[in-house]
């Protein structure tokens, strides 16, 4: 039997549902199924090349010493280099961050950018700490994972709780140490230090374009179509901006504490130069969406998950649309802009219900492409305009969502089967390819 067996014999259902990482496995095996791929092979695949818990010893504010924990989850590198982000939460945890890995080996398969995945994080609450003390966990947490990072190693990027400061902290850690400025170490950087136009708003572009692609394939779907977003970061409030621009009506719109809804549909300028303000505000006096004074609040906010929409854009973080509330789903079409967020039990009653699932390894690629671009720019010293910027990404994105949906009608499979078939598929051969050095 093996691990992963094993775990779900043993484990409690509800504890299955919610483990991403055997949420991961479920899929890549039902894919593997399909493929007849050999048991070796299969072990080979889904278990991480390496994995690196840190002890990170910081000094804080009020001069006492605190000793976070962080981890680092190489997941492949068969394809080139391993691409992740880091996350800085309280409940970042191993499981977590093997599954996130994983995700990212297919999602970056599914592009077709030399990248292999990667994933790390931190337990840390960012909205509790000092931006010294920020900063200090950074670098201390890059100093001990310094020796498997590099341009040519493993290539982080922002995630949940990080952003382009934090890649600048790392990428002068790492370059202090290797003597020279090396701006290829991280991706989602500022300008200033080698970051590429239109990154930051990459993941949401991607999600819109995805969104746009299955429209196309769908019948008796509106032109323009209502939708709800959940999540009002680069993910989420930047696609639903991008959305509102292309003529589509935002219904709702959720953040971590709240939710708002409109059913004539939000302003997402209105609503972004207002979550911008706050933003910029200290954060003992931040608000957030649910004292937005615009429009209808909507409690609890994972009532945004159940609201009256076409279309259902999960931007948040995994494990949202689960057995527990996939019934109440009423979106035709849902648009995985997080990582994770469709449980397997969900998704098998979401496939019985004929709503159609653009899954997280292809809608949410937009980020990872871009940053393989940033990479690329780097590695020349040349560096390309927004709109060059913006039409690659384009063009990776709907040819990505163009195979992923001729996979998903050759085997008679849903997308999310149909991408993982691909990007399994693609990896494999890269490894029967290479062969085993021994």
């Known amino acids: ?35 007849g791929l050999d048991q070796g092979v299969r072990e080979v695949l889904r278990s991480p090349d390496r994995e690196m818990t840190v002890n990170i010893p910081v000094l804080m504010d009020d001069k006492k010493l605190r000793c976070f924990i962080g981890y680092r989850v190489q997941h492949n590198f068969m394809r080139g280099p391993c691409k992740g982000g880091i996350r800085f939460a309280p409940d970042v945890n191993l499981e977590e961050v093997r599954a996130l890995a994983a995700w ?20 840390c609450d960012p909205k509790v700490l000092s931006e010294g003390e920020l900063e200090r966990i950074t670098r201390r947490y890059t100093a001990n994972i310094m020796d498997i990072l590099g341009p040519d190693r493993d290539v982080p990027a922002p995630d949940v709780g990080t952003n382009e400061q934090t890649m600048a902290w790392i990428m002068d850690t790492y370059s202090m140490h290797v003597r020279q400025t090396a701006t290829a170490v991280v991706t989602g950087k500022p300008l200033a230090l080698g970051g590429s136009k239109g990154r930051r708003e990459a993941t949401g572009r991607g999600l819109m374009l995805a969104m746009r692609e299955a429209l196309k394939t769908m019948k008796g779907m509106p032109e323009k179509v209502r939708v709800a977003v959940q999540g009002a970061g680069n993910v989420g409030g930047i696609g639903a901006f991008l959305l509102h621009k292309a003529g589509h009506r935002i219904v709702a ?19 972004l130069a207002w979550i911008e303000e706050q933003n910029r505000q200290p954060k003992e006096k931040r608000k957030f969406l649910d004292s937005y004074p615009g429009a209808e609040k909507l409690v609890p906010k994972e009532k945004l998950l159940e609201v009256d929409c076409d279309v259902l854009c999960p931007c948040a973080v995994e494990n949202q649309i689960t057995s527990k509330n996939v019934d109440r789903i009423k979106a035709r079409l849902i648009v995985e802009g997080a990582n994770g967020p469709t449980t397997p039990p969900a998704d098998e009653v979401l496939d019985k219900r004929h709503i159609v699932v653009v899954p997280d390894i292809l809608a949410n690629a937009g980020g990872v492409t871009c940053s393989y671009f940033e990479w690329v720019q780097d590695r020349m010293g040349f560096f390309w305009s927004e709109d060059e910027v913006n039409t690659r990404l384009e063009q990776t994105l709907v040819t990505a969502f163009s195979e992923v949906h001729a996979c998903a009608k050759k085997y008679g499979v849903s997308l999310r089967r149909g991408a993982y078939i691909l990007a399994l598929d693609r990896v494999a051969q890269v490894y029967k390819l290479r062969g085993l050095f021994a």
């Not at 043993?10 to 399909?34: G, H, K, M, S």
């Open 104 to 123: 990212m080996t297919w999602k970056c398969s599914i592009v077709g950018i030399p990248f292999g995945g990667a994933k790390g994080g931190v337990i």
């Open 1 to 35: 039997m093996s691990q992963a067996t094993a775990s779900q014999a043993t484990a409690p259902a509800t504890e299955l549902e919610f483990n991403p990482r055997l949420n991961a496995e479920t899929n890549f095996n039902a894919a593997a199924d399909v493929l």
């Open 253 to 271: 719109l959720s953040d971590e504490r709240g939710a708002i809804q409109d059913p004539n549909g939000l302003d997402m300028p209105k609503v």
